[in-house]
């Protein structure tokens, strides 16, 4: 059996009750097979893999708080620290019924390899919490935020683990996070990332996520004789990611014309109205119907659809294994022309598989959507300068690295051969910082 093979199995074995960690693994192992193959023996002898599959360090914590009707209620929270080669461990908090151990290690080992592919020095973590902040009064998260706080405070810091938003961590929550840190730490620190902007956050932070996976989509198509001027674009998702990446694909001259949450989805064939569309999410935290009862061109359904629309592009917003096989037959026989994914691991691997097999041009996440974690990198920056920079100046440094991911991925993946395989190139660009960093420092 090949050293790939074998670890693999004992990856399966150990960690049989978690389909999300598995899936996220076997793609970076079967892509990275011809880094491993050439340096088969030095990873062997070091047992390289069987280290980056593990996690350095995992913390799971009660989190004990008092709801609104004077009820205890009590979550798990969770800090999986994976892996800190090539800096600080870096990732986001998620806030979700969904979560358990096996989300937030998947989330961990991808941002190991989407750390590395924004050139920045951050290593991968990822933590957060069964918690649902949906219907919650801003007391009640309040109360949550500052007891999962009081634990997670032992164990980041400025220049150790500097956690961010995910799926339902926004401003309101690390707001409540920061000051609860400090309350406690007596350190203003840039502990945090996606703060506020009086209080140490970056500007253009909040737009990160999704302006990123448009100017790599730009990148994109421009390299594949091709524009996204005119496109129609279908987004999936109407949070934070999906928001801002219809915003940007309009200022590009692209057309979105579709967005979902978890009960349904829009489509609005002129276009998303995105000011409506923030006032409905970012304001009244509402259902997309309010979006559809103030929008006359607008159509709602229940349920999943949004890859069933004709579009050129196609960009997964919105969470885990939500654009499946038929999901990508649909869009093939649309005509599909690249997906692009917002979320992190949106597809299937069998989608993926059908979409490459196809000629769709398909970016994965971990390369795609570096753009929220490397902006945050730039606000551990300026926090550390003790300065801000102009909204101009983030966005177009944020810019240059996405277009420099874009190469990145392609050059890996032409140098083994792989020429369009920007899953391969990904996995590949990524893994080579965070092994060659691994091997220098010796066995930890
Ligand atoms: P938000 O909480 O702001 O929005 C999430 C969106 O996805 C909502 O519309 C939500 O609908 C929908 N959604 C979440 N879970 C499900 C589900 N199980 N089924 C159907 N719809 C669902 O999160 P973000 O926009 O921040 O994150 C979206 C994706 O992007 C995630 O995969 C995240 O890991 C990834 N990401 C986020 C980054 C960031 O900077 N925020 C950076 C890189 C990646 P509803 O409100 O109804 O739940
Ligand atoms: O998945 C991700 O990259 C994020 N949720 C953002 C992480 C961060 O530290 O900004």
């Known amino acids: 059996m ?8 004992k990856v399966k074995q150990k960690n049989a009750s978690e389909p999300e960690f598995l899936q996220a693994v076997e793609e970076v192992l079967e892509t990275i097979r011809p880094v491993v193959e050439k340096n088969e023996e030095l990873y062997r002898r070091e047992a390289l893999l069987e280290r980056l599959v593990e996690p350095e360090r995992q913390i799971k914590f009660r989190v004990p708080w008092v709801d ?24 986001g908090l998620r806030f979700h019924p969904s979560v358990y151990v096996g989300i937030i290690k998947f989330l961990g080992f991808e941002q190991i390899f989407k750390n590395s592919l924004t050139g920045l020095p951050i290593g991968g973590g990822k933590g957060g919490s069964d918690f649902d902040p949906k219907g919650k009064s801003d007391r009640e998260v309040m109360a949550f935020c500052q007891s999962f706080m009081t634990e997670l405070c032992k164990y980041i810091g400025q220049d150790e683990d500097v956690p961010a938003g995910d799926i339902g961590v926004g401003g309101r929550e690390i707001g409540y996070l920061f000051g609860q840190y400090k309350r406690i730490k007596t350190s203003y620190e840039g502990v945090l990332t996606g703060k506020g902007l009086t209080y140490g956050g970056s500007l253009a932070r909040t737009e990160a996520t999704g302006y990123g996976v448009l100017f790599l989509t ?58 409506l569309l923030k006032e409905v999410k970012e304001v009244k935290r509402a259902r997309l119907t309010e979006y559809a009862a103030a929008r006359k ?24 294994n939500e654009l499946l096989i038929d999901d990508a037959k649909a869009l093939v026989a649309n005509g599909v022309i690249a997906v692009v994914e917002g979320a992190n691991m949106p597809t299937s691997l069998d989608a993926t598989k059908y979409l490459q097999d196809n000629g769709v041009l398909f970016v994965p996440g971990k390369a795609s959507n570096a753009g929220g974690v490397a902006t945050s990198a730039l606000e551990m920056t300026q926090n550390s300068e003790r300065l801000s920079w102009s909204f101009e100046e983030v966005e177009s440094k944020l810019q240059n690295i996405m277009v420099n991911i874009y190469h990145n991925i392609d050059d890996a993946a032409k140098r083994y051969d792989m020429e369009g395989n920007y899953v391969a190139g990904a996995n590949i660009a990524g893994f080579e910082k965070v092994a060659d960093a691994m091997l220098a420092q010796g066995i930890v």
């Open 297 to 320: 061109s607008a159509e709602y359904h229940e349920g999943k659809g949004v890859w069933s629309i004709k579009c050129d592009v196609a960009l997964p917003c919105a969470t885990q």
């Open 218 to 275: 730009e990148e994109l198509l421009k390299c594949n004789g091709n524009d996204i001027k005119g496109k129609t674009v279908a987004v999936s998702g109407s949070g934070n990611v999906a928001i801002y990446a219809i915003q940007k694909a309009q200022q590009l001259g692209a057309k979105p014309v579709t967005c979902s949450d978890s009960t349904g989805w829009i489509y609005d064939p002129e276009g998303i109205d995105v000011a």
């Open 68 to 91: 609104d009707k004077g009820q205890t209620q009590v979550n798990t929270g969770y800090r999986i620290q994976f892996n800190s080669a090539i800096g600080p461990y870096k990732g």
């Open 2 to 9: 090949g050293y790939v093979e074998e670890v693999f199995e």
